[in-house]
């Protein structure tokens, strides 16, 4: 049994490479709707239950298929009042199911990166062949569907196997969202190619915080605010990255899409903010930072 993830090097925060993100900001703030799918029921899972009741579970299917059929709508409007494009973590089979909301995020040009293909298929047990299948199939899905060549990864219900960031490098994405160490990107150790981790910010992720933390709207709202602060404070020093992952059926019901909306108001109305997709984030950090942060991180580790 490991010990260690063996994924990333420790790396201190301090003496870091110093990131300046475009026009001087300190913050990069990038917004990851979850476009989900689940289905009713779906194939088990030797170790993990796609719904906590029997199934079928009504209940908590009719809950998630809310979010695509109203709270997607109220996500949009909002997200459109200030200029945010969105990077979609898609269930792939959403393609299938809603086109319509594809269309919609395609005409607003946000980016897609793969949540695989259910979000009711988890990547435990998978054999090589099958996650290589689910990663295949997300690449050619999506690029025939909406023109875009997927470059990040978040596993479905965020999970994983030991295989999955050599995968993700050798198929030549840029990111993956499913390591949460860190507020700044950091080179990822593969076994050929290069992978970074993109900061997700898990801990104001909606439903960590309405279904964990038990949090109302306003104390959510609060709580994006406090994390901006802090970060946009840090990042006077280096850079930060600061995500907002949401889910359709959680921030967009009618009692909390109010705080939502005026957290957004708070951030984007600071100076020295970077509004960016998770690939643009990448894009500028493997451009200017990825040698000088690897070399830093090799340095440490030799000395």
């Known amino acids: 049994m490991k010990s260690d993830l063996d994924l990333y090097d420790y790396w201190p925060y301090e003496n870091r490479p110093k990131i300046v993100w475009p026009n001087g900001a300190r913050i990069a703030v990038w917004v990851a709707p979850n476009i989900e799918y689940y289905e ?3 194939p088990a899972n030797p170790l993990r239950a796609a719904w906590p ?3 079928p579970d009504v209940l908590m299917y009719s809950s998630r298929d809310y979010g695509n059929r109203a709270g997607h709508s109220r996500l949009l409007e909002v997200m459109d009042r200030y200029k945010l494009r969105g990077s979609i973590s898609l269930s792939v089979a959403l393609l299938d199911h809603h086109p319509e909301i594809i269309e919609e995020c395609v005409a607003r040009n946000w980016e897609f990166f793969s949540h695989g293909i259910y979000n009711t298929r988890y990547s435990y047990e998978m054999d090589e062949a099958q996650e290589r299948a ?3 199939d997300s690449i050619n899905s999506v690029l ?3 023109g875009q060549r997927i470059v990040g990864y978040l596993a479905p219900a965020l999970t994983h196997t030991e295989r ?3 995968l993700l490098a050798e198929y030549g994405f840029k990111y993956t969202c499913d390591l949460f160490q860190d507020d700044q990107p950091q080179p990822l150790k593969v076994k050929k190619g290069k992978l970074i981790s993109m900061p997700y910010s898990l801990e104001i992720n909606d439903i960590i915080v309405y279904n964990g933390l038990l949090a109302t709207p306003r104390r959510y709202g ?3 605010k406090d994390q901006f602060d802090q970060l946009y404070a840090e990042g006077a020093d280096s850079g930060t ?3 907002l992952p949401l889910h359709a059926y959680a921030v967009g019901q009618p009692h909390r899409i109010a705080a939502f909306d005026e957290a957004l108001d708070y951030i984007t109305k600071k100076e020295g903010v970077w509004l960016a997709t998770a ?3 990448a894009d500028y950090y493997y451009k200017n930072y990825y040698d000088a942060c690897q070399s830093d991180i090799l340095a440490r580790k030799a000395g």
């Open 53 to 55: 009741r029997p199934n």
């Open 134 to 136: 689910i990663i295949e």
């Open 279 to 281: 690939a643009e984030i």
């Open 241 to 243: 990255v600061m995500c």
């Open 222 to 224: 609060q709580m994006i």
């Open 40 to 42: 009713l029921n779906p």
């Open 164 to 166: 999955t960031m050599d």
């Open 144 to 146: 025939k569907a909406t």
